[in-house]
């Protein structure tokens, strides 16, 4: 009958156990790269930190929309997009592929495109006229306001909420 011994340092136990030593080693005390020479070594701070970006992504402050002061943002020329739903203004500019001019969304952007994403209806006929009062919704059914919603919270996650959309006389 063998030992304990025996049996654990076999030619194959002993390499498995070294291997995993070998590797503990490098998890505890990971090795550290350093400059050949001090040139290397960073003096300012742009050479220290070279992951920065070219330009500063443009800020987006939150303020109160109109539908007329909405309608500017529709990704014309370059600029940026913003639509609304349910009250909620989003900047949808990382999404210009959707809501830009060539967009298969571009009607709703400069909109409050609250109906349109309710009714999963991206027609023009969905888009309230910008000079009349905002739609108040009261005829969708209560799985239509559920899908208003569900959209509501998309875009919460994925894009930046910069406004709060209000009658045009309540500016």
Partial sequence: MSTLAESLFTPVNSSII???LYYVKDMIFPPVSR????AEVPTTYEKGYTWM???HAPTVLYQTYTPKTLVKYDGQNGERIRLAIDGIVFDVTAGRNFYGPDGMYGNFAGR????GM????FDVEMLTPIDEPLDKLQDLDASEIENMRGWVEHFTNKYIICGKLVENDAI
């Fill in 118 to 121: 309710a009714k999963q209806s």
């Fill in 18 to 20: 070294l291997l995993i």
């Fill in 53 to 55: 970006p070219a330009k």
């Fill in 35 to 38: 400059p050949k020479n001090a």
């Fill in 112 to 115: 409050d495109a609250s109906r």
